[in-house]
């Protein structure tokens, strides 16, 4: 058997209005070459400017994985020939990082890791090409997108880990809103490097490279299918070539792109353009406190501080939206695990079917507290809860409103409930036989009761009194 | 040095050279590798940072996030000499 | 009749003389002079009336050396790669001329891609000197520096990686400066190496050029390496006195024990400015430098100019621009381009910054040129803490004929010949101005200051200057026919 030892660099899309280096406009969209300047284009005697933006995004990262953050900002040149890079070169930090030693903690199957983080460092996205039958198009409108390029240590040891990490990391873009990082829109891509070794092996085996593999589950196929590759190699007494592979998705096989000999020298040096910029440590500290609670935390302290299960605690964290309209409920005293059972069962249902998000219904963290704690008080039932939640949903109206109208708070007053218990006993005088005799009708009255008043009766102290009236 | 490694160079440089080029290249470079050589004469050098701006730059700010200049796409295609649907068209880029 | 900007102003101002006239006047001498010898790319026929604006520039012709981006007019740093390219946007110099109502009348030749001290390797053909149509004018702002020596401009925007206004300005005699590093924006220049790049200009006197300089200078949001405003006034700095300002010259700079005949002449030549210098109260002083040190300066220029050159022109791949080359992959098509659109020489110096920049050379050849770099500006800024300036011959002769300076690499060569580097080096400013005439061919001296003290250089070279006779000469001057 085989350690699988797995690298990751992830490139990840920053949010900005305008793009790294350029005054064009950074936004997805379907028109070509519609946010483009002079400055994408690398045309002759174009200047690079830095956004603030796009350094403020990714110091942020750099601070929510844990990194260290340098002195002063630098930049260097990545040159190589291809035609989505009009430049011939990309703007890159290869020297000093904007973030240097830092890590990400997973949890995979209940047990948590720290995954460490090589570096994280700010660069630009190249053009995008359009493939034909026989020609390409080019789309500048992602050149110089700011891209947060993010390489972990070799030490993710399997395809879940490596998925966990990934999404992971994508939650802290989430979190900290650096990024829309959806991999449907390629805001989001991976390179996965790929090892085996022998348990008692001090070194690394001989890794291969996997480049741009767009979403998580492919990232997971790919690295099952090369560990497989290698084994098989392994096994039979070969030697892992050391290469840049691709993975196809629909065949579900790697196959070789380069080999080392022609790896590209990037020829890296200092851009002379880009001044180096004093980070002012103020500032970062500033955006160490601009950096909320990430899912990690929270997921702890839910399950550990407010036992609630894993299953719901995950749902809840995987949108921040969604967690922070959970803690505002908690905040507004609501029971923890109540709130959370109403959160992820009816309200995300509810979500889901109507495709909103949790910033789009009108259901207030206030009026889902209202609601829970109308049905903990006995006001209503869990039933009815159900019933004004909808209306609450559509009408906005707070939950107190909605029970008005609806005259449906229950009926908690014993004298009004021993008056129906009697009536309903008065017309079941033979029923009251067999209860005495040991049949099983108590049920049965409690569903006259209910059918009486609606099902507005509360259920506890309605059996309590019909109990004492048939035991008399 | 040889002329093979030249040839590699220049390739890499999306080039080529003719023949007589070459051997012009060739002499130049041990010309030039002599010269540089020179730069190996100072003492201890290598404890020198490596310059790269001619004075140090203060005061270098940030631009703010705006959005101010783009290109319409006549301005884009203007001196590209093969468009289609208004983007530049090339041969089929083989990965 | 050459007039300089200052004598056209006043005709301006005192409605002598209209600006379309003086427009006309430069473009019909441009057209005359440019089968012989070339200075053009572009000549514009038509004349644009900006209206009457209130700067010293408003009305004046002038020229922009071809590597400056102009929207809708071809620019094509006279490479055949670019010999079809019309940029859609405008170099931050050339819309501050605009704005100040100056009247583009051509772009100037120069050595392709700016690489290149001759003025001999355009895709257009050579620039010959106005003072000897036998002898090169230099480069690589050849054609800026010819149209002024003509007279067919007052004024011509030049680009100085490492020598490429100054040098072209002593064999041209003309004016020729370069300013501080980061003092003009370079959003817009075709970069060469950009650590060194910087714009400047020609004039034929020391007054035009702080006319222009007033106008060219300031910061710019689009480019970080410029400075923030120095708010000086060029021209009102002119008039002080220079009384106890210390310069100093390079000895081993001026080493002449092989008693070099032309470098006698030459250093005859400076031992006058000297005295000039002498007598307006300016003390000069003979300093000493590492001889190893100063022959290091030109593998220094060339390891870091064809290393940033190589990056810098990668996007001359002929597909989004320029002319597009044959193939059926992209990769054919783009070395197709490239193999067509670059000369010889070009390609030599790709393929020597390439094997510079490769990591396994870049320490000793790349990172190794970057540390002389800072030993040497390191020692000048230390003697400049004594020193106001440096005070140099230009060149260490006059122009060579065609043939006798080759732009492939020199075994031999002289320190003198490569000094004014130091000045893109430090960034510091630097100007040649003519100090006379030997064999018939003007020679120039330069003075290079401080960083930032862009004035005090322009104060030295103006009070020099009027200490002789060389202002506001004009090559063919008694030229009856234009």
Redesign the interface.
């Known amino acids: 058997m085989y350690k699988t030892v797995i690298g990751l660099e992830v490139h990840c899309e920053l949010k900005?209005?305008?793009k790294n280096f350029?005054?064009?406009?950074n936004s997805y969209s379907t028109i070509?070459?519609?946010?483009?300047?002079?400055?994408d284009?690398?045309?002759?005697?174009?200047?690079?400017?830095?956004?603030?933006?796009?350094?403020k995004n990714s110091i942020k990262m750099a601070l929510a994985m844990n990194c260290d953050i340098p002195d002063y900002l630098t930049f260097e040149?990545k040159?190589y020939?291809y035609?989505?890079l009009?430049?011939?070169?990309q703007i890159t930090q290869f020297k000093n990082p904007i973030g240097t030693n830092g890590y990400v903690m997973i949890n995979v199957g209940g047990k948590e890791k720290k995954i460490l983080i090589h570096d994280t460092h700010l660069e630009e996205d190249t053009a995008s090409?359009?493939?034909?039958?026989?020609?390409?198009?080019?789309?500048?409108n992602r050149c110089g997108v700011p891209l947060l390029e993010t390489v972990t240590e070799p030490c993710i040891n399997s395809a879940d880990e490596a998925v966990a990490f990934l999404e992971g990391l994508r939650s802290i873009f989430l979190y900290c809103d650096t990024s829309y990082a959806r991999s449907d829109r390629g805001q989001i891509r991976c390179d996965v490097n790929v090892s085996l070794m022998k348990e008692e092996d001090t070194e690394l085996g001989t890794k291969v490279e996997m480049k741009n593999i767009n979403s998580f589950s492919s990232v997971k196929e790919a690295i099952i299918c090369e560990v497989k590759r290698q084994t098989e190699i392994l096994n039979s007494g070969g030697k892992v070539l050391q290469e840049t592979r691709?993975f196809d998705e629909s065949k579900g096989i790697t196959y070789s792109?380069r080999s080392k000999e022609d790896a590209i020298?990037y020829?890296y040096?200092?851009d002379?353009?880009?001044?180096?910029?004093k980070l002012d440590k103020k500032w970062i500290s500033e955006l160490k406190e601009s950096i909320p609670k990430l899912h990690n935390e929270r997921f702890r302290t839910y399950t550990k501080d407010y036992s609630i299960n894993e299953k719901d605690a995950y749902t809840i964290v995987r949108d921040k939206k969604i967690s922070d309209y959970y803690e505002e409920c908690i905040k507004l005293k609501g029971d923890p695990i109540l709130v959370s059972n109403w959160l992820t069962g009816s309200v995300i249902g509810y979500l889901n079917k109507m495709s909103l998000t949790i910033e789009q219904i009108k259901l207030t963290p206030q009026m889902l507290v209202e609601l829970i704690n109308l049905i903990s008080s006995g006001k209503i039932s869990s039933k009815q809860g159900k019933t004004v939640l909808e209306r609450t949903l559509e009408t906005g109206k707070s939950p107190l409103i909605i029970v008005d109208e609806l005259g449906i708070s229950q009926i908690d007053n014993e004298e009004e409930i021993r008056k129906i218990v009697l009536e309903v006993i008065s017309e079941n005088e033979s029923l009251v036989i067999d209860y005495k005799n040991g049949k099983r009708v108590f049920d049965y009255f409690i569903g006259q009761i209910m059918k009486k008043t609606k099902g507005r009766v509360n259920p506890s102290l309605a059996s309590k009194i019909l109990k004492e009236e048939l035991e008399k | 040095m040889s002329k093979d490694i030249l040839k590699m160079l220049a390739n890499k440089m999306m080039f080529t050279m003719n023949e007589d080029e070459y051997d012009t290249l060739l002499e130049e470079f041990n010309i030039i590798l002599k010269q540089m050589d020179l730069i190996g004469n100072i003492p201890n050098i290598e404890k020198i940072e490596p310059m790269t701006f001619p004075f140090p730059l203060e005061n270098v700010s940030f631009r703010e996030d705006c959005v101010v200049d783009e290109l319409g796409v006549d301005d884009i295609l203007l001196n590209s000499e093969d468009n289609l649907y208004n983007q530049v068209r090339l041969p089929k880029v083989v990965e | 009749m050459a007039l300089s900007i200052k004598e056209m102003r006043n005709k301006l101002d005192n409605d002598e003389i209209k600006s379309e006239n003086l427009f006309e006047e430069s473009v019909k001498k441009a057209n005359y002079y440019q089968k012989e010898y070339n200075s053009f790319v572009t000549i514009v026929s038509d004349y644009k009336d900006y209206g009457q604006r209130e700067t010293l520039l408003s009305g004046i012709p002038y020229a922009l050396k071809d590597n400056i981006s102009t929207k809708g007019i071809l620019t094509t740093a006279s490479s055949n790669i670019l010999k079809n390219y019309v940029p859609v946007y405008d170099a931050t110099i050339y819309k501050k001329l605009k704005e100040s109502g100056a009247i583009l009348v051509g772009k100037t030749v120069l050595d392709e891609l700016a690489m290149g001290g001759t003025g001999t390797t355009g895709h257009t053909g050579i620039v010959r000197n106005p003072w000897n149509k036998e002898r090169l004018i230099g480069g690589s702002s050849a054609g800026s520096a010819a149209a002024v020596a003509l007279g067919i401009v007052p004024f011509a925007i030049g680009s100085d990686t490492g020598d490429s206004i100054r040098k072209p300005a002593a064999y041209g005699g003309v004016v020729g400066f370069k300013p501080t590093y980061g003092r003009i924006s370079r959003y817009g220049l075709f970069a060469f190496a950009s650590s060194l790049d910087h714009l400047g200009v020609f004039t034929r006197n020391v007054y035009d050029c702080a006319m222009v300089m007033n106008i060219i200078k300031g910061h710019d949001d689009n480019d970080m390496t410029s400075l923030p405003d120095d708010g000086k006034d060029y021209i009102a700095s002119l008039e002080r006195s220079v009384k106890g300002k210390k310069l100093f010259y390079i000895k081993e700079a001026l080493d002449n024990s092989n008693k070099d005949l032309e470098l006698g002449k030459i250093l005859n030549n400076f031992e006058k400015v000297k005295e000039k210098c002498k007598k307006l109260g300016i003390e000069v002083f003979e300093e000493s430098i590492d001889k190893d040190l100063l022959l290091a300066l030109y593998p220094t220029y060339m390891s870091i100019s064809c290393a940033e050159a190589t990056s810098n022109d990668a996007n001359l791949t002929g597909i989004h621009f320029g002319v597009r080359g044959e193939g059926n992959t992209p990769e054919e098509i783009i070395k197709d381009a490239r193999t067509k659109g670059f000369s010889e020489l070009i390609k030599r110096r790709f393929v020597l910054g390439s094997y510079i920049l490769q990591k396994e050379n870049q320490e000793k050849l790349f990172l190794n040129a970057c540390r002389i770099r800072r030993i040497i500006v390191d020692k000048i800024n230390k003697l400049f803490e004594k020193y106001d300036g440096i005070i140099m011959p230009a060149a260490a002769g006059i122009a060579p004929k065609f043939g006798e300076s080759s732009d492939k690499l020199s075994d031999k060569y002289l320190i003198l010949d490569n000094h004014l580097v130091i000045g893109n080096f430090g960034g510091y400013p630097s100007i040649t101005i003519p100090s006379g005439f030997i064999d018939e061919m003007p020679v120039g001296v330069n003075i290079t200051g401080r960083i930032c003290e862009d004035d005090v250089v322009l104060n030295i070279a103006y009070q020099v200057e009027k200490s002789m006779e060389y202002a506001n000469q004009v090559a063919l001057g008694d030229d009856k026919n234009v």
Do not use: C, Q, W
């Not at chain 1, 350029?22 to 406009?25: G, P, T």
């Not at chain 1, 009009?86 to 070169?89: A, D, E, M, R, T």
């Not at chain 1, 002379?272 to 910029?277: E, M």
């Open positions: 900005s209005n305008s350029s005054s064009a406009k070509p070459n519609s946010n483009v300047s002079v400055v284009l690398g045309y002759p005697g174009i200047l690079p400017v830095i956004n603030k933006e796009a350094v040149r040159n020939f035609p989505d009009p430049k011939g070169y090409l359009d493939h034909y039958n026989t020609y390409s198009l080019i789309d500048y691709r792109m020298d020829k040096f200092t002379p353009n880009l001044p180096p910029i």
